[in-house]
């Protein structure tokens, strides 16, 4: 699936958003562009997620914009929004796996909503579970999985739409340093294969340097600084510092 | 006071609930994959539950029934009594609240926990409506099933109720069935049936409601299961009350 304008696959314009009168998000502005990645960095509780949910309409803003390729989806119905979600995949912190359904019938879940015969259904789900190396576990249920496996099991079920946009929420989270350089890799080598635009929410600065284009960092729901590793580096904000370079 | 905001406030979010389910339930495309796991999950998961429940009713009617009949001489009367009492009210209200305990746990219990680990936001991520996949189908297999599990409970009921006077009193099956049914008219039959298919409402409707509404981790997923058998097994009480009354107005 490609973009049909030239507009940036994912732009967010003035947001806002509050949950019983605190502030989540303030004049939240960026966009990117096809090919492109951004990482959101910030401490726990800054609004990262909050920000990836509104993107993908599962929340309404108070105010503000988001396109997905020019289309603006805050208040937009729920079959037309649906459609623009489509070209979404979404990576969530815990993977979010049906636990009911095997690894399988998870990747195979979005597609069992298209025109997709059932053999063309099986051969897509073997590719796309052999794309993040977990094949053999297609009968597994999400629970007999280590936490590792079940992220690449979601990595398979955000690709199986085939989007033009990714989100991941947390993707090294809770993970042993090794699984967390691993899936690292996964998505570098995904992201290469797919071209998609990605929004990459972490707090892990490592991550978010090898797989992003540009960074931007997040304190209290406003955007603190937004560019490449070098220019947060140069930052003489106290706050930047600590958070590129917390250990010295 | 807030208590009773409180109150409103969950009668309120149940009326956008339903309103929002009869909006996307009706129009395509339909989960039929899913309507089928839930059908067999509502019905045939109950069935043998119901069908104890039925069957155990039924031996207590006859037991109990008896030693009253034999006091005003109306022993003859037992098979009528029997299917009369199971037919019209003890088959439909024990499936309901059978099923309420079982079915409603299990799906508030199911929906909650999907809620709290992100598992309905996945599903909405992907393009497809939660209300369609999880909601409808539940609530629409609840609705078909327990009219079908009402007969199972019947039967079973009549069945043990004929042995459990058997073992009394040997009758040939045909006797008891012939006197149990000779005063039942087709309304006394259909509409206390039917009346159960209300009952599957309340029960899918309050269990996906409590289901979905659910927060804070596994004490949400408890407190949804547990909400969800409480309010059902209470509506289901107050609308037999309602239905009972309309049934007799409908069919003197």
Known sequence: ?248 | MSAVVQLFEWFGELGRFCQRLARTALTPPYEGREFIRQLSEVGANSLLLVSLAGAATGVVLSLETRDALLRFGAKPLLPTVIVISLLKESGPIITGLMVSGRVGASIGAELAAMQVTEQVDAISASGIDPFKYLVATRVLACVLMLPLLTLAADFCGILMGFVTNTLTEPVSWHLFIKSGFSSVTFSDFLAPTLKTAVFGLIIGLVACFEGLRARGGTAGVERAAANSVVFASIFIILADVLLVRLILVLFP
Not at chain 1, 29 to 41: C, E, K, P, S, Y
């Open chain 1, 1 to 248: 699936m490609t973009a049909k304008t030239s507009a940036p696959a994912l732009q967010v314009k003035a947001l806002r958003k509050s949950y019983g009168g605190q502030m989540v998000l303030s004049e939240i502005d960026f966009d990117v562009a096809q090919g492109q990645t951004l990482a959101v960095l910030g401490r726990s509780g800054t609004g990262k997620s909050v920000l990836l949910k509104l993107i993908v309409g599962l929340q309404q803003p108070e105010a503000g914009s988001i396109r997905i390729h020019g289309q603006e989806i805050t208040g937009l119905g729920l079959k037309p929004l649906n459609a623009i979600r489509k070209q979404i995949g979404f990576l969530f912190q815990s993977a979010a796996l049906y636990d009911s359904m095997t690894v399988g019938e998870n990747v195979a879940f979005p597609l069992r909503h298209t025109a997709l015969s059932e053999s063309d259904l099986t051969a897509k789900v073997h590719g796309l579970l052999a794309s993040v190396g977990m094949e053999e576990a297609v009968d597994k249920l999400p629970a007999q999985i280590s936490g590792g496996m079940q992220k690449r099991v979601g990595l398979a079920r955000a690709l199986a739409l085939s989007p033009n946009i990714l989100l991941f929420d947390e993707p090294t989270t809770g993970l042993d340093p090794i699984t967390a350089q691993e899936i690292t890799e996964l998505i570098l080598k995904l992201q290469a294969e797919h071209h998609t635009a990605s929004v990459i929410v972490t707090h892990d600065v490592p991550v978010a340097r090898a797989v992003s284009d540009r960074l931007m960092l997040m304190r209290d729901g406003r955007i603190v600084i937004e560019g490449s590793y070098q220019k947060l580096l140069q930052s003489r904000d106290e706050f930047v510092t600590r958070f590129i370079q917390p250990i010295k």
